[in-house]
């Protein structure tokens, strides 16, 4: 079965620090897209950043950018220079022609980010 | 302003009742999809579309029903089949259901009472 394991349910930091959150995921195929998604306390889910499996750069927009560890089967986010409008629910997800390429979803990482 | 509109946002519903959640979409895409939220838990896929007249089951169909007759608009039923309704309902849509990114609306919340 293909899986997403997001592993921190909640983090806090201080505004402007850096916080990295962390995604491992199961899949035997070698050739699939990686998201991150936020869900700030309005609910309306927001695509933070995308990553294809079979580029070695890793993707990067403005302050957030991800750690893509395709061994290791590891995508973590990192956010810098973090702001509070950051406070959000943080969901990892990918998709393989094997899913019928629909999302899998992780369970989500509850970031706060104090003042 | 292109996007993807649910409505309403929040629902009520007493048992025994069927419910119809809206979704619109004007971002000109052929592939649109409901999703079903639940506190701690990621995404679950409930049914998406390819194509207008065409839909498919996703992981968790029963006791729901959908169509789509026009390509902006995928409705979506909640009958009173689906023993545990109450959760917040998202709808996406893409280009087409491929690797190109998914898209949401801002999300139905529904209580059974």
């Known amino acids: 079965a293909q899986t997403v394991t997001q592993s921190q349910p909640e983090m806090s930091v201080q505004e402007a620090e850096t916080v990295t959150l962390s995604c491992t995921y199961d899949?035997?195929?070698?050739?699939?897209?990686l998201f991150w998604y936020k869900q700030p306390p309005s609910r309306q889910m927001i695509l933070v950043i995308r990553?294809?499996?079979?580029k070695q750069q890793n993707a990067t927009e403005n302050r957030f950018s991800v750690n893509f560890q395709k061994a290791a089967k590891s995508f973590s986010l990192k956010i810098s220079d973090s702001q509070l409008g950051d406070t959000a629910m943080y969901f990892c997800?990918?998709?393989?022609?094997?899913?019928?390429?629909?999302?899998?979803w992780g369970a989500g990482t509850k970031l706060i980010i104090k003042p | 302003d292109g996007g993807i509109t649910q409505s309403p946002k929040y629902l009520f519903r007493k048992e025994g009742q069927n419910v119809t959640l809206s979704c619109e979409q004007n971002l000109n895409h052929d592939a649109m999809y409901w999703y079903r939220q639940d506190p701690g838990q990621g995404l679950r896929l409930i049914y998406y579309s390819q194509i207008v007249n065409d839909f498919q089951k996703g992981d968790i169909a029963e006791g729901y029903s959908v169509s789509r007759e026009k390509k902006e608009s995928f409705p979506l039923t909640v009958t009173s089949a689906q023993k545990n309704p109450t959760a917040f309902y998202l709808c996406?849509?893409?280009?087409?259901?491929?690797?190109?990114?998914?898209?949401f609306g801002p999300g139905t919340r529904l209580t059974v009472l």
């Open positions: 899949t035997s195929e070698s050739n699939y897209y």
């Open positions: 996406a849509s893409s280009i087409a259901v491929s690797t190109d990114t998914q898209y």
């Open positions: 997800a990918f998709m393989t022609m094997d899913s019928n390429y629909q999302l899998i």
């Open positions: 990553q294809e499996a079979y």
